[in-house]
């Protein structure tokens, strides 16, 4: 696999680099040589987060995690990394699809089967019209990391939602 490693706030050193490429070379037999492995590693404070993105056909697996040693941030991402291979793994298998980045080994190996997705709970509100600034300050007042709500503005059903440092962000739909 070829490797891209970049810092932010960070100096990322050659035993650092060394590290993150031997735990991902665990890897090399699910993916051909050329598949490349994106890696962006930054500390904020006592967070130190590692985010590693890996493109694949028609999609993209990726892990992100943070922990207050780097190392064992690594750790956390490779076995996230696994996961979501795994599942991608049963994802082309259930639809048939050529595999692209996998080596055929790994296509061709036993797989688990995942449990089947179960929606155990509905719950149904009523829906006022709001602008998104009101939607987040709603958001707040219920404590909620996410917030649906009718757009005020556009009509359309929104959904605001908390990102990383104290910030906000709007989904909005996009008809075909």
């Known amino acids: 696999m070829k490797y891209i490693i970049t810092g932010k706030n960070i100096n990322v050193t050659e035993g650092l680099k060394s590290a993150i490429e031997s735990k991902l070379d665990k890897l090399d037999r699910y993916f051909n040589k050329e598949t490349e492995v994106v890696v962006t590693l930054s500390v904020e404070k006592e967070r130190q987060t590692m985010e590693v993105t890996i493109p694949v056909k028609g999609s993209i697996i990726r892990a992100e995690q943070t922990s207050s040693d780097m190392y064992g941030t690594l750790d956390l991402v490779v076995d996230v990394i696994e996961s979501q291979i795994k599942k991608y793994k049963t994802k082309l298998k259930d639809k048939h699809q050529a595999g692209g980045v996998f080596t055929n080994e790994f296509l061709d190996s036993e797989y688990e089967e995942e449990e089947e997705v179960k929606i155990v709970k509905t719950k149904r509100f009523g829906i006022k019209p709001m602008d998104p600034i009101e939607a987040c300050y709603e ?26 440092g104290n910030t906000y962000g709007l989904i909005e739909p996009e008809l075909d």
């Open 139 to 164: 958001m707040e007042l219920l404590g909620h990391d996410f917030f649906v709500f009718l757009n005020s503005e556009t009509d359309d059903v929104c959904v605001v939602y908390k990102r990383k």
